[in-house]
C-alpha cells in the first residue's frame, strides 16, 4: 500500500503550507513553500494512510504545535514524521491524533530512550535515513543491517528505511527486505521494484506526493 508523502510547514500559528523540500545528507530541508492547506488530502482510497512530514519541527530538532494541531485530516489515515527525542515528544506528537508516529533514528537522544518510547507505545517506528549508502544513528553512521538488527532485537516490530539520495542499489533492498517488516522509500526505485522484490502483501511504501 502506497502512503504518499505531504510535506507541511507553517508561517503562523494559523496557516499550514505545502513544503517543498530536499534532502541534504540524512536532513530534510525545505526550499520553498507551495499553496495553502486546501488541497492538502491527495487522491488515496477512503481510510488509507498518508505521512504528513513536520518539515520545520525536524529541521529545529523539535515539534511544530501547529502541525500537530492541523495535520488529522477527515477521511484518510494520518502517520506524522516529526522529532523525537524521548517519551515527552512521544506524548506531544500523539496529541496530534496521528495513527503512527514516524520518528527519524539518529534524532532520538539516546537508546535508554529508545526502550521507553517503545515501552509507551508500539505505533512509535524508528526510521533510519540513509546518505551515500551509510545510515545515520544516535551516535554516529552505521550499516542498515546493523542498526535494523539492534532495533529488531529491543523489539521493534516496523521499521522504516529512508535512501535519501538513491544510492542503496537494487542488491542492497533485497537484503534490506529480508530483514522482516520494512518500510522503505528511495529516491532511486520506483514501487515496482519492491513489488518485485516479493516484499509482505501487506507491506506499506512511502512514495512522493502525486
Not at 527486505?177 to 519492491?194: A, K, N, Q, T
Amino acid at each position: 500500500m502506497h502512503v504518499p508523502m505531504i510535506p507541511l510547514t507553517s508561517d503562523t500559528d494559523e496557516i499550514v503550507l505545502f513544503a517543498e523540500i530536499q534532502f541534504d545528507g540524512c536532513e530534510i530541508k525545505q526550499k520553498g513553500t507551495i499553496l495553502k492547506k486546501q488541497r492538502l488530502i491527495p487522491s488515496v482510497p477512503y481510510g488509507s494512510p498518508i505521512l504528513v512530514i513536520d518539515v520545520k519541527g525536524l529541521q529545529n530538532d523539535t515539534i511544530n504545535p501547529t502541525i500537530l494541531k492541523r495535520s488529522k485530516m477527515r477521511g484518510v489515515t494520518t502517520w506524522l514524521m516529526t522529532c523525537v527525542r524521548n517519551t515527552d515528544d512521544l506524548f506531544d506528537a500523539f496529541n496530534s491524533d496521528a495513527d503512527k508516529i514516524l520518528m527519524p533514528y539518529h534524532k532520538v537522544e539516546s537508546e535508554d530512550n529508545l526502550h521507553d518510547i517503545l515501552s509507551v507505545s508500539d505505533s512509535a517506528i524508528p526510521t533510519i535515513f540513509v546518505s551515500e549508502e551509510i545510515a545515520q544513528c544516535i551516535d554516529g553512521t552505521s550499516s542498515v543491517k546493523e542498526i535494523v538488527d539492534y532495533l529488531r532485537e529491543i523489539g521493534y516490530t516496523d521499521i522504516a528505511v529512508i535512501d535519501t539520495d538513491g544510492s542503496l542499489s537494487f542488491d542492497d533492498w533485497k537484503r534490506i527486505s529480508s530483514y522482516g517488516r520494512i518500510i522503505p522509500y528511495s529516491e532511486r526505485f520506483h514501487s515496482s521494484v519492491f513489488e518485485y522484490l516479493n516484499m509482505p502483501d501487506d507491506l506499506y511504501l512511502i512514495t512522493p506526493d502525486p
